[in-house]
């Protein structure tokens, strides 16, 4: 296999999609939201989207395996997702590789998300996605990624200010 077969050895703007959001909690907090399964289920996701969790091994090598299930245009739809743990620093950083269940999926990205505490004690999550062309990246852009993960970190942050 060639080092050109890897698209996630090196990181590239054009490919890359960034969503901030400043939470009113300490890092530990937000950080403890990621690593709960029962917590990851209740708030991951886009708006109008429930989580269906099928196995949650949260930790360094561990998996994700979950359904997003929402209805559209009257009938419920299932979507597939399967995130797998690649490096957990706590209260620092989480780096995933994110796709379906299918086991060469050619659409998966890496994903990071960092968590940095401000001196007010407010924490800025930054999740960074790395597709694996910017042909990908245009795509998952027109079908509305920035704003599903801008809903996905708003509804972390209503779980937060629970």
Do not use: C
């Amino acid at each position: 296999m060639k080092d050109m077969a890897d698209p996630f050895g090196t990181w590239s703007l054009d490919r890359e999609i960034v969503v901030v959001k400043l939470l009113n909690h300490p890092r530990e907090k937000v950080f403890a939201a990621w690593m709960d399964p029962k917590a990851l289920a209740e708030w991951y996701g886009p708006a109008g989207l429930r989580i269906e969790s099928h196995e949650a091994d949260i930790r360094e090598g561990g998996l994700w395996r979950f359904d997003m299930v929402g209805v559209f245009e009257g009938r419920e739809q299932r979507f597939p997702n399967l995130m797998r743990f690649l490096e957990i620093v706590p209260n620092e950083r989480i780096v995933i590789d994110y796709g379906t269940p299918e086991p060469d999926d050619p659409d998966r990205f890496r994903a990071t998300v960092t968590f940095d505490e401000q001196a007010d004690g407010k924490t800025v999550l930054t999740l960074r996605q790395l597709h694996p062309s910017p042909e990908r990246r245009k795509v998952v852009i027109g079908f509305g990624a920035v704003e599903y993960g801008l809903q996905t970190l708003d509804g972390l942050a209503a779980w937060l200010d629970r």
